[in-house]
């Protein structure tokens, strides 16, 4: 492994015992992204990655981008 590698840690959001309507998850993540310093911008395609698919999609793009609980 090389020593310039930096691991870039993913913001947390919880989402059990949360609303589980695909609008509410999103909204969940875009709060969790925001308060974590992340630039708006960066998480656009995220969001429309999101939202390109169904339900299952929705949640595997979610737990790629974000450290899930």
């Known amino acids: 492994m090389s020593e310039n590698v930096v691991k870039v ?15 509410a998850i999103i909204g969940n993540c875009k709060r ?3 308060k ?5 911008a960066e998480f656009e395609p995220i969001m429309k990655d999101m939202m390109s698919g169904d339900y299952d ?13």
């Open 32 to 34: 969790a992204w925001s």
């Open 36 to 40: 974590a310093g992340k630039d708006r």
């Open 57 to 69: 999609h929705l949640l595997q793009v979610a737990l790629k981008h974000f450290d899930v609980r």
């Open 9 to 23: 840690e993913k913001p947390m959001v919880q989402l059990t015992g949360q609303d589980g309507n695909a609008f």
